[in-house]
């Protein structure tokens, strides 16, 4: 196998793949990136089971081939390199790779690519082609509400599904809930699918490196994303989501709008003082024009703040997670938040005041 390839597109495509690849003790092949040259195209492949993808690009080739090298030294050599602006010439040699970059030269050895494993490809799932930069904030509005635990696959997931005109985008690992709905194309075929928790940042990742749009498919068992030479594909999780819509509130007896520059710094100082389960205390009394945030840990101090407000309904004091609050704040553009209450024990409501109406954030109340 040899081949020549602009310096800046094999170090873009190299750090892409190879954060996709991972140590596996018992499989060290996972570790590497697949180069196939054939005919003046080069694919550079990765996987770690449970997402992969597929680069492809045009060089200049005077030998076909396919070698495996470990993704962290092909990746750290690249990165490393300081004469950037020349064309890189590789190819192998009685087991090894050797790259040539300017006055650089590395010898990797490489591994056999008999056992690296096929990329599946979706031959049975529908076509949608999806603005990136939506499937993105879908993702991004939602993820970290997933449960970082493996015991229920179905909570530790996004959760996507069609809703009218809109794909919608949810996650909760029972203490919080995240939904965001993105508009979608009338005649397009959305199917009910759980995104594992732990590849959301791989394909939010990856996403943002592709174009305007994507072809986004998908079937029982993976969901895949083509746009120009990338391929990305993730499998997905077989369970059943909570029907979360039962436990949203239908309306509320107490709203606090407060701006959420106001609420995120007072959340900051509350949390110097909290105790080991984050724990704030909040105040709402409209009569008496009270928006208070109250923490208190033993080995500290305490901390009482003051927030302006508009409030309306009945007076409540409730306590929640400071972390569970702070979190959805990442989800919103809006200057100001509506903060919905339904009395003590009853989870918290967020919405954006105004512009985005398509994202709500649920809190579930400490009993503590």
Not at 153 to 164: A, N
């Amino acid at each position: 196998m040899k081949f020549e390839i602009s310096f800046q597109k094999i170090k873009d495509i190299i750090l892409m793949v190879e954060r996709v690849a991972n140590k596996h003790m018992t499989l060290p092949v996972l570790s590497c990136v697949l180069i196939e040259v054939k005919k003046n195209m080069a694919v550079f492949k990765s996987t770690n089971l449970d997402v992969g993808i597929e680069v492809s690009v045009p060089v200049k080739s005077s030998g076909d081939g396919v070698v495996a090298v470990p993704g962290n030294i092909i990746s750290s050599f690249v990165s490393q390199v300081y004469d950037q602006n020349q064309v890189v010439k590789i190819e192998t040699t009685s087991g090894n790779l050797t790259i040539s970059a300017g006055k650089s030269q590395g010898v990797i050895k490489t591994t056999s690519a008999d056992d690296f494993p096929t990329i599946p490809k979706i031959i049975d799932g529908e076509e949608v082609s999806f603005p990136t930069n939506l499937f993105i904030k879908g993702l991004k509005s939602v993820w970290y509400s997933s449960s970082v635990s493996s015991v229920k696959p179905e909570l530790s997931s996004v959760y996507i599904y069609r809703d009218g005109d809109y794909m919608v985008f949810a996650a909760t690992d029972s203490f919080r809930l995240a939904e965001k709905k993105i508009k979608i194309p009338t005649t397009a075929k959305i199917g009910d699918l759980l995104i594992p928790f732990k590849n959301i940042p791989d394909i939010i990742r990856v996403l943002e490196t592709m174009g305007e749009t994507v072809v986004v498919s998908m079937n029982k068992n993976l969901i895949s994303f083509k746009a120009d030479d990338i391929y990305l594909v993730s499998r997905v999780i077989d369970g059943v989501f909570p029907d979360y819509r039962q436990i949203i509130p239908k309306g509320y007896a107490t709203e606090v709008v407060v701006l959420k520059q106001d609420l995120m710094n007072a959340l900051k100082i509350s949390n110097i003082f909290s105790d080991k389960f984050n724990q704030v205390h909040l105040t709402v009394d409209p009569k008496g024009k009270l928006f208070q945030i109250q923490t208190k840990n033993s080995d500290v101090g305490e901390n009482v703040t003051n927030v302006d407000a508009a409030l309306t309904g009945d007076k409540v004091e409730i306590n929640f997670n400071y972390k569970y609050i702070s979190d959805c704040f990442q989800s919103i553009d809006a200057d100001s938040v509506s903060l919905q209450l339904s009395g003590m024990n009853r989870p918290m409501v967020v919405r954006p005041v105004s512009g985005d109406q398509t994202f709500m954030y649920l809190a579930m109340p400490m009993n503590r």
